[in-house]
């Protein structure tokens, strides 16, 4: 019931993500603004959940991941339904940005649930498949966002998302097991629990070194509509929403993959490489192939987003300093480092289509995809021995 549950807020928090890349379109023409704005919008959300993401593991330290992410799903609900209802794209950029911070008190306090509740040795695909229920829910919020977009208008697609998230948080409190809650601690307590995370090198590296890859996955996935309207007019809003949703729902299947995969390797950093530099090359020759040859690059996408994204959050559950309670704030550290630089880099990618060109905006990605790789070698990929208690 834990797994169901977790899986089904995670697709409804994630259709919250990709509901708005799918109606960009619209946004643009209704509200009237510029490629570059819409970028601005979409890296405010991200900037939210960049910023909140260590407080929110810290929140964990402080009250258990069952009450933040509860109230995570609520907060976000809150601001995204008001995004429904922004009269300019500056209100939209700043409820955005607050929709953001919610997701960031959600994400790593409910992969800290997973591990709570799924010991060591079969938590591998249960992150996985959790990591899953965002493909889906991505899915579902490109494609269900252009087809609501395009029948009702934007408004309607972000309004269906809120909704859907404050359901889900009433339904996550029904369905959660309760959890032993923190000690109480005063704030030098805990920072003393959170100090090994926050300064732990090797967390740090594998969270800059995925990175590139994180950036360059989530411009495909919410730029791509964006692009086929302008590159590709004759396409209709859903037909070009259908290729970045396949993409996500393949997820689906790279992600209980790689968590299996990973979990069963002496060295769990193997399938960033494998999976990694391919898909980097695959981001930037979108503007140089055809549409048939875009259909096996958005395939193998999705599967490799999945495999590389469910090893990244298995493999600080194996880190001593991470064990435990500290694993929420390790992930958080990972999320926060990711979408803050996410959150830069499709602003400067909106940037460079809106003055360079579509061309040189996925040579971009793709080349900031694999830039972060090396920093592998510094993130040892064997587990730690297990603790004596």
Do not use: K
């Not at 729902?249 to 069963?264: I, Q, R, Y």
Request: proline share 6%; glycine share 12%; with cysteine.
């Amino acid at each position: 019931m834990a797994a169901t549950t977790l899986f089904l807020a995670r697709a409804v928090y994630a259709f919250n993500w990709y509901n708005v890349g799918a109606v960009l379109p619209l946004i643009g023409s209704g509200l009237s603004v510029t490629t570059f704005e819409l970028g601005v919008v979409l890296g405010s959300f991200l900037l939210g959940a960049a910023l909140f993401q260590i407080p929110a593991g810290l929140a964990a330290l402080r009250w258990g991941n069952r009450r933040v992410c509860l109230a995570a799903l609520g907060i976000m609900g809150a601001f995204a339904i008001a995004s429904a209802f922004a009269p300019d794209w500056y209100v939209l950029a700043a409820l955005r940005f607050g929709a953001g911070a919610g997701a960031a008190f959600f994400f790593a306090p409910a992969l800290g649930l997973v591990a709570s509740y799924y010991p060591a040795g079969q938590r591998g695909p249960i992150i996985g498949l959790y990591n899953a229920g965002f493909s889906v829910g991505a899915g579902v919020g490109l494609l269900a966002g252009a087809f609501v977009g395009s029948l009702f208008g934007w408004p309607s697609a972000l309004l269906v998302g809120g909704v859907g998230l404050v359901v889900a948080a009433g339904a996550a409190a029904l369905a959660l097991p309760p959890v032993d809650a923190p000690p109480p601690r005063a704030i030098a307590e805990l920072w003393d629990a959170a100090r090994p995370v926050l300064r732990s090198r090797r967390i740090w590296s594998l969270a800059i070194a995925l990175t590139g890859l994180w950036a360059a996955f989530y411009i495909v996935a919410q730029y791509f509509v964006q692009f086929a309207s302008e590159a590709h007019p004759a396409w209709s809003l859903t037909f070009a929403a259908t290729l970045p949703t396949v993409m996500i729902v393949v997820e689906t299947l790279g992600g209980p993959f790689g968590g299996w995969a990973a979990e069963g390797r002496r060295d769990m950093r193997i399938d960033f490489l494998l999976f990694g530099v391919p898909a980097a090359i695959a981001v930037l020759s979108i503007p140089f192939v055809p549409l048939a040859a875009l259909i096996p690059i958005f395939l193998f996408l999705g599967f490799a987003d999945g495999v590389v994204f469910a090893a990244l959050y298995l493999i600080p559950s194996y880190h001593s300093e991470a064990r435990g309670e500290g694993l929420s704030l390790a992930l958080a550290l990972i999320n926060c480092v990711q979408i803050f630089a996410g959150s830069a880099l499709a602003i400067a990618f909106g940037f460079i289509a809106a003055f360079a060109g579509w061309t040189a905006a996925w040579i971009f990605a793709g080349v900031v995809g694999a830039l972060t790789l090396p920093l592998l070698a510094w993130v040892p990929g064997e587990r730690d021995a297990p603790s004596a208690s």
